[in-house]
C-alpha cells in the first residue's frame, strides 16, 4: 500500500512516503519536511530512496499551500515517487492528543475530526496544526482514506493510580485533568523492538524505554503494556527537555508568577521555551552544544547535563520499584541514540539493580541498533533508533485494509 504520513507542526510539516509492500530496500520511497510555513523564507526539502534531493524555496502561506507542494513534489517528473494523486492510498496523520476519547488509531471521519475540535482544549499547542493538515489533506484528496495515530494512545493502558494528580477528583471528571503521556509511537516502537531484539516474549518483559531528545519523556512497559510515563497532562511533566522545564512545583510557578507579574501566557512560554537545557545552561537547548561546552569546563553546561541525566536515573529507579523488576532499558530518540556520554552517566551506579554497561559497545558515537550492555548484564541495555513514522503507516495501513 502507497501511504503519504503527516506530521503537520505550527509552522512545519514533516513527511514521508512508504510503499508498505516493497520487498527489496527501504520502504521509505522519500521523505521530505516543509518549513517557516506562513512566514517569509518558507522551503520544502526532500530526499528519494535513489539519492535524488531537492529543495524548493517559496511563498507557502499555510497548511493547504504545504501540502500542495509536497503532492506537486510527489508527482514531479524529476523529483517523484508517483504519477498520479490516486496511487496515494491513503494518509496517515500523527495528531498529539487523543484525550481519554481515542485509545487507538482511528480512520478520520467528520465525527472524528469535530471530537478532535473538541479536544484543541487540552493541546492547543499541537492539535490545532494537525487539525490543520487533515482538513487541508480533505480537501486536496477528496476520495483518500485518512488515519489519525495519536501520541497519547499507547498510554491508554496507565493505572487510574498511575494517571491521576493529587487534585480534587472532580477536576478530573470536568475538565479532564490526567496523565495522558507522549510520543506513543516511539516508546510502543522500540518495545516492539526491544522484545525482538531479547527474543523473549513480550509478556514476560518489564521495559523502560527513554525517548531522549528536543522533547524527552520515559515509560515504564510491563507485559507490552504502557503503566507509568514521565509526560502528564500536557509535554511538559517530567523529564528535563531542550527547553522545557519538566517537573517543578506548582507552587515555585506560583511564587514566580506573583513576583514577575506573569500572565497566564508569559508562564507558558517561560516554562515551554526559556527552561530546561537552554534555561540552566543560558547557552543552548541543544545537547551537542551543552556537551562541547561541557568538556570545554563550562560549569552550567555541566549542571545541565547533570540535571537532565539524574531526572532519567531516578525514574529508572522509580519505575523499576512500579513494575517490581526490570530486564531492558532502551534509548532512543536524538540524544538517547546518539550521545555515549548521556548513557554512560545516567546508568553509573546502577550495577546494584544489574545494570551493566559495556563502553567497547557504548562508547562508539553512532546511533546504530545495538546491545550496549555487557554479555552477562542481567539487565540488557539496547540503543534502538525510534520510527513513529512506520508506526504510523502500519496503523493506517491496518485500519484502511479492515
Ligand atoms: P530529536 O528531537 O530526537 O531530533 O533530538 C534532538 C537532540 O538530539 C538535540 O538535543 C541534539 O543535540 C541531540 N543529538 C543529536 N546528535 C547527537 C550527538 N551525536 N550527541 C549528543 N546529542 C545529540
Known amino acids: 500500500m502507497k501511504i503519504l504520513t503527516l506530521n503537520c507542526g505550527s509552522s512545519s510539516i514533516k513527511y514521508q512516503f512508504f510503499d508498505t509492500h516493497r520487498e527489496e530496500g527501504d520502504k521509505v520511497l522519500a521523505k521530505g519536511a516543509v518549513e517557516r510555513i506562513g512566514m517569509k523564507g518558507a522551503i520544502l526539502a526532500q530526499s528519494r530512496y535513489d539519492g535524488d534531493k531537492v529543495k524548493v524555496a517559496g511563498e507557502i502561506v499555510d497548511h493547504g499551500a504545504a501540502i500542495e507542494y509536497i503532492l506537486a513534489i510527489l508527482l514531479s517528473a524529476n523529483h517523484g515517487v508517483i504519477k498520479d494523486r490516486g496511487e496515494i492510498d491513503a494518509v496517515g496523520h500523527r495528531v498529539v492528543h487523543g484525550g481519554e476519547v481515542f485509545t487507538g488509531s482511528v480512520l478520520i471521519d467528520q465525527d472524528v475530526l469535530s471530537v478532535l475540535n473538541d479536544n484543541i482544549d487540552l493541546a492547543p499547542l499541537h492539535n490545532p496544526a494537525n487539525i490543520k493538515g487533515i482538513v487541508a489533506c480533505q480537501k486536496l484528496m477528496k476520495e483518500t482514506p485518512m488515519v489519525g495515530v495519536f501520541d497519547t494512545a499507547f498510554h491508554h493502558t496507565l493505572p487510574d493510580y498511575a494517571y491521576l494528580y493529587g487534585l480534587p477528583y472532580v477536576l478530573y471528571k470536568r475538565y479532564f485533568i490526567r496523565r495522558y503521556g507522549f510520543h506513543g509511537s516511539s516508546h510502543y516502537f522500540v518495545s516492539q523492538r526491544a522484545q525482538e531484539l531479547m527474543g523473549k ?46 517537573d517543578v512545583d506548582a507552587g515555585a510557578v506560583l511564587h514566580i508568577m506573583g513576583r514577575e507579574e506573569l500572565s ?9 521555551k526559556h527552561s530546561g537545557l537552554m534555561g540552566i545552561s543560558g547557552i543552548s537547548s541543544d545537547m551537542r552544544e551543552i556537551e562541547e561546552e561541557m568538556e570545554g569546563g563550562n560549569e552550567r553546561a555541566k549542571l545541565a547535563f547533570n540535571i537532565f541525566t539524574y531526572r532519567i536515573k531516578k525514574y529508572i529507579g522509580s519505575y523499576a520499584a512500579a513494575m517490581g523488576g526490570l530486564d531492558g532499558i532502551v534509548f532512543t530518540g536524538g540524544i538517547g541514540e546518539n550521545s555515549n556520554l548521556v548513557r554512560r552517566e545516567v546508568l553509573k551506579g546502577l550495577d546494584f539493580l544489574g545494570v551493566d554497561l559495556d563502553s567497547t559497545k557504548n562508547d562508539p558515537r553512532s546511533s546504530e541498533e545495538r546491545f550496549v550492555s555487557g554479555d552477562d548484564s542481567r539487565v540488557k541495555v539496547m ?7 512506520l508506526v504510523i503507516a502500519l496503523e ?4 484502511v485494509a479492515n
Not at 540503543?383 to 513514522?389: A, F, H, K, L, R
Open 201 to 246: 516474549p513480550l509478556e514476560e518483559m518489564k521495559l523502560i524505554t527513554c525517548h531522549l531528545g528536543n522533547g524527552s519523556s520515559m515509560a515504564a512497559v510491563d507485559c507490552g503494556k504502557s503503566v507509568d510515563t514521565t509526560m502528564g497532562f500536557t509535554p511538559l511533566e517530567g523529564l528535563l527537555m531542550g527547553t522545557r522545564s519538566g
Open 264 to 272: 497566564l501566557g508569559e508562564v507558558n512560554t517561560l516554562l515551554n
Open 383 to 389: 540503543v534502538i533508533p525510534t520510527n513513529e513514522e
Open 396 to 399: 493506517t495501513e491496518r485500519l
